[in-house]
């Protein structure tokens, strides 16, 4: 099944300063992975997804960034602001056409006023 | 507004008692899922539902058994509660063909 590794697993950034998260995954046919951010004591929310027939996806201050030659795909937040703190999960879908996600250990990034 | 939730969202239990926690939505997705979430491990999936009368296990299956009685519901038993089971369940639900999940609020079970 797919393997999806997620770095690093702690991350504090001054306010204003970009915050980069990076996963790889094992499945070469996985074709969507999503980020999902979860404040404490919430529940994962989507905050942005990338197919396989797309190598970059922007939405104001995040984009996400996709190799599939490498496998890996990034997280990138910039101009963090204080509520930008919480754990973020990256996600692969796995084989094509299945529906499921494997979730990578998720990343707890601060963002210090 | 269409929604996912989930009953209990908190509960303690002891060893050994059968635990069953509700999740419900009302978007008619055809796909279900639950996943617990324990720190260092992020979400592991325990069971999935792609429709009425189907069930799957996932990576952490044992000890736990689901039900599709209908599209809205996958209710999640715990057999015979475990320590090991005390964790955070979330619930989940999908479109066929869009992969895209939305989550319940979770719900935290601690076994005595």
């Known amino acids: 099944g797919e393997n999806v590794e997620q770095h690093p697993s702690t991350l504090s950034v001054q306010e204003g300063d970009s915050a980069v998260i990076k996963c790889t995954y094992s499945d070469s046919a996985s074709n969507y992975f999503p980020w999902y951010k979860q404040e404490l004591g919430k529940r994962p929310q989507l905050i942005i997804d990338?197919?396989?027939?797309?190598g970059e996806k922007k939405d104001q201050r995040i984009a996400v960034t996709l190799n599939k030659t490498a496998k890996h795909f990034s997280l990138h937040i910039t101009e963090t602001q204080p509520e930008d703190s919480a754990v973020y999960f990256c996600?692969?879908?796995?084989?094509?056409?299945?529906?499921?996600?494997?979730f990578g250990t998720g990343t707890r990034l601060t963002v210090i006023p | 507004d269409a929604e996912i939730t989930q009953s209990p969202r908190h509960k303690i239990t002891e060893t050994g008692r059968q635990v069953t926690l509700a999740c419900h939505q009302t978007?008619?997705?055809?796909?279900m899922f639950w996943y617990r979430q324990d720190l260092g491990h992020g979400l592991r999936l325990i069971h999935y539902?792609?429709?009425?009368?189907?069930?799957n296990k996932g990576e952490v299956s044992d000890g736990y058994s689901v039900s599709r009685s209908n599209t809205e519901d996958l209710p999640l038993t715990l057999e015979s509660a475990a320590s090991s089971q005390t964790s955070v369940y979330f619930c989940?639900?999908?479109?066929?063909?869009?992969?895209?999940?939305?989550f319940g609020p979770g719900t935290r079970l601690l076994v005595l």
């Open positions: 539902s792609y429709g009425v009368h189907d069930t």
């Open positions: 989940a639900s999908s479109d066929p063909g869009q992969e895209t999940q939305y």
């Open positions: 990338i197919r396989s027939n797309v």
């Open positions: 978007w008619n997705h055809n796909n």
């Open positions: 996600a692969a879908s796995g084989q094509t056409g299945a529906n499921n996600l494997f």
